[in-house]
């Protein structure tokens, strides 16, 4: 009698934790639903200029337009005139950027391409360093507010130190400065 009691004592005590651990499974969070999704990082193949670039997404290259900043153009097939500041600022894009490895960010409140196809995106370093805003604090950008983007308040303040420091296009070479109307 007191082997079948111990019996029955087991079986009672392991359904009891089973029913303990299938408890503690339903009310917990499954993986699926706390595991966000991963980055994916990708290359840069080519920089177009100081403000856009073209990126390999698994054998599809697609041009990429960082968004919040504008450049000054370079002479090109569309665009013969060049703007003051513009190879430089094409030059450290590509110092930065050439076959790096990065991550691309869409901005929620911005649509996803621009009227020329070109995907908008935010494009970080593997270092989590943000080109847009280097190139705007590192004065080869200007901050770009065509509508209203995430990181809009930080770039005009970058932007803002860049010309007081007289920093790359905000020097006395090009004038910016100085004549607003020329951007």
Same mark, same amino acid.
């Given at each position: 009698m007191t082997q079948v009691k111990s019996k029955l004592n087991k079986i009672f005590l392991l359904l009891l934790v089973a029913l303990i651990a299938a408890l503690i499974g339903y009310l917990l969070p499954h993986k699926s639903s706390?595991?966000?999704? !991963?980055? #994916?990082?990708?290359?840069? %193949?080519?920089?177009?200029?100081? =403000?856009t670039i073209k990126v390999d997404f698994g054998g599809q290259i697609e041009t990429v337009r960082l968004i919040g900043i504008d450049t000054p153009e &370079?002479? @090109?097939?569309? @665009?013969? $005139?060049?703007?003051c500041f513009g190879r430089e600022a094409a030059q450290? !894009?590509?110092?930065?950027?050439? $076959?790096?490895? %990065?991550?691309l960010i869409k901005d929620p409140s911005h649509s996803d391409r621009d009227k020329y196809n070109r995907l908008l995106r935010y494009v970080f370093l593997? =270092?989590? #360093?943000?080109? @847009?805003?280097?190139? &705007?604090? =590192?004065?080869?950008?200007? @901050?770009? &507010?065509?509508?209203?983007?995430?990181?809009?308040?930080q770039f005009d303040y970058l932007e803002k130190q860049a010309k007081e420091n007289r920093t790359g296009l905000w020097s006395d070479k090009c004038n910016y400065y100085f004549d607003s109307t020329q951007r």
């Open positions: 706390a595991i966000k999704e !991963a980055a #994916t990082l990708y290359r840069v %193949v080519e920089v177009i200029d100081g =403000d &370079i002479a @090109n097939p569309y @665009n013969p $005139k060049e703007e450290y !894009a590509r110092e930065l950027l050439e $076959k790096q490895l %990065v991550y593997e =270092d989590g #360093t943000l080109i @847009n805003a280097k190139l &705007i604090k =590192d004065g080869y950008a200007f @901050n770009y &507010i065509y509508k209203p983007f995430q990181f809009m308040k």
